[in-house]
């Protein structure tokens, strides 16, 4: 039997008919139970049981359904059932082994670890996983299928290390003439348009810089936002630990987080210490301050639209709203990027619009293209940007058939990067192009996390990534800072241009 | 003798001529430099010394002012001294009891209390203050006069607690009739335009309370920025401790911030048992994360000027750009609140325009006065609220002796508060009018702080905090919801309101 679990279940007290009590009645609920846990995917059984004084061993064995679900029932049925006849209740359980078969492709490279007690063996194609000492509270949570899942992952991913995410030219922009060659920040700090920001990875943008960062949200807005009858809200800018679970970044991205944590208190008197060194020595006090604040408790905004569907969450969408377009502009987004900083394109605090979209497959496939299209104007007509478009998918998610309608060639729930050359990078054919802007459509997966209803029918989202230093540097970089190159279009929005401070 | 500092300054070896040595120099040494520290205030002297083999223990006293700059400047010259006539070094040097008089005006009703190593009484109007186990590192930067200054500070706030700051009436608008009485978040909540955010005191402003806030942001821009000739900058949203202690917040409002903390590293591998829990528990694991992000590092934006001051930072700027004259309403900002929250007017995120002023005196007084013409103008005909402006100072600044012009009935430095009737607290006598913006000038506090100098004179600077949820809750208080009350010149920049999606 690939599935084994061993459970034990603490009786209130012993029954004084002994095992006669539990002979009377596990056994048919337990066949009950595992019956309908079952439901004809394979068999399933009670193997064994033994009463020790207040606990009740009891093993059940499955072939394809895994029994743990069906364990809670039979303690269920057990409790009111004992509790009739004998007068005695089931306090608790506990899982001291389970074991768990799943198929595996390939052997493991690298041993595979677990955050809590098991042991793993993988032969023949097979993974065998043994949990231990699971509680109660475990199984009702039902780690065991994510500990197997989770497995899985790793192993799946160990298969595809190193390979690179798919990626499908899908369109090309005319080629455009160069008006620069070199790296827009640095020509921008020759100037003293920006200056490089007190904490790492951030700006300071003086009048000049600042005006064409909101040229650039200005022309997404009426260029493409409007016309596509869009509405701006304004969200919080900390994402919650609950939102960031529901959308998966929380276990995705955890180490490109700023965190946020809260004071324990705002009396005065509590930070006395702290503000008395301050005054006397001029530094941060690190240990006095770490004492008095919580533990990490939110992030500061990694994307926008986890908390626009949290906004969305647990209603329901009448006809007529559909297919619902927003957008926020106001939350600034910041990521830790450690090593891989440069100039204002690959920074770790930045402004972006992102819209997103919530109706049917059909409104969302009709909607993409009608951005498509907005998007193309403003590279082509305003900004005249030499880009190109991609479709583009994380290898692993490629093979593990979350994307079925790929293979039949349609290209659905996915994503489209819009990349720029830039020149100071080197050539158009050697050179890595900046990714400035992306439009996905994801499916059910978030209106599903954040049970978003539609009247009827399914409801699917999307979401676009407009980010403002992006625009901003790829137009530089091929169009340069002085005023006089740029095209006639963007120069009937951009200018004049704000004058800058004169420093000595 | 008030003053009298005991140091022990460690030779690098005993003098092979004993005291002989010492004696040579260091009563000619000390009394020059302390001639030189004094220079006329008072007397000053070596009162003793002794070498106990390699340690040099001295005692100054003087009686005005504090001899401990004049120690370093012994030391510095007894080192080169004994260098060349005994080749012995000064190593370093500490200082075991430093006893410091200061005038008390009041006896202090509770006792006063220091974070590092003290005794303090005050007895006949005279504070004596005795520092024990001093570092050479404390001498050099300044403790002594700083844990003086902190002990008469605190006194001072004693003698004011419970005061309420000084408020005068400067002006009042003309009595208006209120078209609403209720809450305006209760009536947004109650019609969905609002929700309550997923982190404490933050809110979700769907598309008609966003796009009422950005018509709030859009009439200061036009109406009052613009047209005084103001420039948009974009500040990084999160603010260094370096700039705190600058500005003086660090050890004023440390309760009040939204502390941020970085990853110790982005390594997956790092992060792997925090992911790995996540994915199995679908919960937070505090402990692991605690463990995996480093201490405070920065806060959240608390208010924009303090970073606008470090972007001029050791700049000199040309006659001709001044009066400087920029705003940001990019960075968001945050305070934490605690107990104090209410609806959209006292919020622990809030979205504010910050006007940053910096410019001779005589400017500043000039830009103020049309500033206050233009929110005037702002007020009256387009929003037509009920309002009144008000000088407002801490009472314990006002008592200090900073505001010195006061005296002499200008009102030059300070704050000028505008504040709007709420119907819903209450009648216009009796209940609490909401500050709903202000009107700044600081002096030279900051341009010293952060060393930005003229090309001559004297720089002053100065801020004002233009609070849009604020502006939109004393709009909406006094003139409700339903659009067709709305001043005719505001329904002209605000008209029409984008459509709410209808939930089910």
Same mark, same amino acid.
């Given at each position: 039997?690939?599935?084994? %679990? ?39 059984? %009670? ?40 007068? /005695? ?19 493991? #490279? ?10 793993? !063996? ?45 990626? !499908? ?63 701006? /809200? ?12 529901? !959308? ?27 503000t008395d060194l301050v005054k006397i020595t001029r530094r941060v006090p690190t240990e006095e301050l770490a004492a008095l604040v919580g533990p990490p408790a939110a992030v500061s905004c990694y994307a926008q639209c986890p908390t626009i569907y949290w906004w969305l969450s647990g209603r329901t969408l009448a006809e007529e709203s559909l297919p619902l377009k927003v957008y926020d502009r106001t939350a600034i987004s910041n990521r830790y990027e450690s090593g891989g900083r440069h100039g204002l394109e690959r920074v770790d605090e930045f402004h972006r619009i992102e819209p997103v979209y919530v109706g049917t497959k059909e409104q969302l496939l009709e909607l993409r293209e009608r951005l498509r299209e907005r998007y193309a104007h403003v590279f082509n007509d305003l900004l005249e940007l030499e880009w190109r478009t ?15 309608? #790929? ?43 954040? !049970? ?5 029918? #399914? ?8 980010? %403002? #230093? ?35």
């Open positions: 039997m690939p599935h084994r %679990l061993t459970a034990i279940l603490s009786l209130s007290a012993a029954p004084a008919r002994g095992e006669t009590a539990i002979e009377e009645l596990l056994p048919r609920i337990a066949a009950e139970s595992l019956e309908r846990a079952v439901r004809n995917r394979g068999r399933a059984e %009670l193997a064994r049981w033994k009463l020790h004084g207040v606990e009740l061993e009891l093993e059940l064995t499955s072939t394809e359904v895994r029994p743990h679900q069906a364990l809670l029932a039979i303690q269920r049925r057990l409790q009111e059932a004992l509790g009739k006849s004998d007068k /005695v209740g089931v306090r608790s359980l506990r899982v001291p082994s389970y074991t768990l078969e799943f198929p595996v492709e390939k052997a493991p #490279e690298r041993p595979v670890g677990l955050p809590i007690p098991h042991h793993l !063996t993988v032969e023949h194609k097979v993974g065998r996983l043994e949990l231990r000492d699971l509680s109660e509270e475990a199984i009702r949570d039902n780690w065991p299928d994510r500990a197997v899942s989770l497995v899985e992952e790793k192993l799946r991913r160990q298969s595809y290390e190193g390979k690179e995410q798919y990626w !499908t030219l899908l369109g090309e922009s005319p080629r455009r003439e160069m008006r620069a060659a070199e790296d827009p920040t640095e020509a921008m700090l020759a100037r003293a348009w920006v200056r490089s920001g007190p904490t790492k990875g951030k700006w300071f943008l003086g009048p000049r810089a600042a005006h064409l960062l909101k040229v650039m949200e200005k022309i997404a807005r009426t260029e493409v936002l409007d016309p596509l009858g869009f509405s701006e /809200v304004v969200q919080p800018h900390h994402d919650s630990f609950d939102i960031l679970l529901r !959308t998966g970044h929380l276990e995705g991205v955890p180490g490109e987080f700023y965190y946020v944590t809260e004071p324990k208190t705002r009396d005065p008197a509590a930070w006395e210490r702290f991609a479709w583009v998918t994380p290898f692993y998610m490629q093979q593990s058939g979350e994307l079925a309608e #790929e293979e039949s060639g349609e290209r659905v729930r996915g994503t489209i990067d819009f990349e720029a050359y830039l020149p100071y990078r080197g050539t158009r054919e050697k050179s890595e192009w900046l990714e400035f802007q992306n439009l996905s459509i994801v499916g059910d997966k978030y209106t599903k996390a954040f !049970t978003i209803k539609a009247q009827r029918g #399914e409801l699917w989202s999307g979401c676009s990534g407009i980010g %403002l #230093e992006r625009w901003l540097t790829a137009f530089l970089a091929q169009k340069g800072l002085d005023e006089a190159g740029w095209p006639e279009g963007f120069q009937r929005v951009a200018l004049p241009l704000p004058s800058e401070p004169r420093f000595l």
